[in-house]
């Protein structure tokens, strides 16, 4: 189960990341109010992609807390 949680979040920050760098080199070719939307929704991309990135530290940190645990109680 975390393996297959960690390599679908890994997917999805491949995925965010591409779609980030993909709009910042847009970004970085317009200018107004087009180039101000896309800087936002390259920034609101690197939030998500921060977001996960807690989220699969925090799920890693249970299970290594959990199989300690487990150890534990074996020995």
């Given at each position: 189960m975390l393996s297959t949680n960690i390599k679908t979040?890994?997917?999805?920050?491949?995925?965010?990341?591409?779609?980030?760098?993909?709009l910042f080199r847009e970004a970085t070719t317009a200018t107004g109010e087009k180039a101000d939307a896309?800087?936002?929704?390259g920034l609101s991309l690197l939030d998500s992609a921060m977001v996960k990135a807690q989220d699969v530290q925090a799920a890693a940190?249970?299970?290594?807390?959990?199989?300690?645990?487990?150890?534990?109680?074996?020995?």
């Amino acid at each position: 189960m975390l393996s297959t949680n960690i390599k679908t979040v890994q997917s999805d920050m491949r995925t965010l990341v591409r779609d980030a760098q993909d709009l910042f080199r847009e970004a970085t070719t317009a200018t107004g109010e087009k180039a101000d939307a896309l800087r936002a929704r390259g920034l609101s991309l690197l939030d998500s992609a921060m977001v996960k990135a807690q989220d699969v530290q925090a799920a890693a940190i249970e299970t290594g807390k959990e199989m300690a645990e487990t150890a534990d109680n074996f020995v």
